[in-house]
Nanobody
């Protein structure tokens, strides 16, 4: 079993910044961030592949958000700058590992952390 622990959410004004963290209990091949606003579908935000690392971003956050890693600590960060009200939602960490989960897959979810952007 792989555990993911997220932190760093909070309330900020438009134009402000936050940094989210995700700590993995075991080695993982990649980490993604997703977000979900009330009444909306869960949306993919960004992915990092740990070996390169290589990264990819949704168009809505490109140029404002940056995903990075501290490989020695198995910690993954999402730096969010120039935040907008439409960035509001619960942010979830998802990791792809070599350890099978209870559903026969290899991915795991964190508990989520709330980000609110409001004036």
């Amino acid at each position: 079993q792989v555990q993911l622990v997220e932190s760093g959410g909070g309330l900020v004004q438009p134009g402000g910044s936050l940094r989210l963290s995700c700590v993995a209990s075991e080695f993982v091949y990649s980490v993604s961030w997703y977000r979900q606003a009330p009444g909306k579908e869960r949306e993919w935000v960004t992915t990092i592949t740990t070996s390169g690392p290589s990264t990819n971003y949704a168009d809505s956050v490109k140029g404002r958000f940056t995903i990075s890693q501290d490989s020695a600590k198995r910690t993954f960060y999402l730096q969010m700058n120039n935040l907008k009200p439409e960035d509001t939602g619960v942010y979830y960490c998802n990791a792809d590992s070599g350890i099978e989960n209870d559903k026969g897959g290899y991915d795991y979810w964190g508990q989520g952390t709330q980000v609110t952007v409001s004036s």
